[in-house]
């Protein structure tokens, strides 16, 4: 059976009580931290101040996603301060290849991530510089938005790609992710995801992650 992992994205928690809202998730497998500059999408959150402060008291580890323009300048920053995980976009960044070495060099996994309408096919031949691919199932910026359907066969050729390869490589799906639209984005062959509101939004984070959880190993079982 595949291992499946669920970072609960914070971009839905509750802004005054952050500290409590990662106690809130401390059975997921990592905090997805959504790092925009109001530049590279319409919207502006955290910057890095309140990042190493946070992961300071965070239970689970760190999976940061950027957002941002010039990527290639404040990614290694992340890694630096301890974060587990950093990805940046491929759209943002000027030496994708470079960046991922300094990422690692830096003590963090390297993460690259692709938005809907951005082709996996040309970034194939560096899957080996990489820790993690993140296939946008929503235009990023904003929360709370619907899975994208059209983004299923990109993670189908991603996961093919990956599989053929024999590298250790995550696949992370971000975007519209429920107890339904998993099962898809799971049978397409993601293994990671990322799931704001259908946490947040729940009386009870620690359940709702156990769903969604149990609702992406449900595909595995069937289809291992």
């Known amino acids: 059976m595949a ?21 809130a998730i401390k059975t997921a497998d990592a905090a997805h931290i959504d790092v925009m500059d109001n530049h590279f999408v319409p919207n502006l959150t955290w910057g890095l101040p309140v990042v190493k402060r946070l992961h300071e008291v965070s239970p689970i580890p760190f999976d940061i996603h950027l957002m941002i323009e010039d990527a290639d300048r404040w990614a290694p920053q992340y890694a630096e301060i301890g974060c587990e995980s950093v990805t940046f976009h491929a759209e943002a960044a000027i030496a994708p290849i ?45 929360g709370g938005q619907k899975f994208l ?11 093919e790609a990956i599989r053929g390869s024999g590298l250790e490589l995550r696949l992370q799906v971000d975007g519209g992710i429920t107890e339904e639209t998993i099962l898809r984005a799971a049978e397409a062959g993601a293994d990671t995801f990322v799931a704001g509101s259908s946490v947040y939004g729940q009386d009870d984070a620690a359940a709702a992650i156990a769903g969604l959880r149990a609702a992406a190993n449900g595909v595995s079982h069937a289809t291992s």
């Open 3 to 23: 291992c499946n992992h669920i970072y609960p994205s914070i971009l839905s928690a509750d802004f005054a009580n952050l500290g409590s809202e990662l106690q």
């Open 149 to 159: 359907e059209v983004t299923l066969p990109k993670i189908r050729r991603a996961a």
């Open 98 to 142: 470079k960046l991922a070495r300094t990422l690692r060099e830096n003590g963090a996994k390297a993460g690259m991530a692709l938005r809907p309408a951005t082709a996996v096919e040309p970034y194939l031949d560096m899957l080996s510089e990489l820790d993690m691919l993140l296939i946008m199932t929503v235009e990023p910026g904003f």
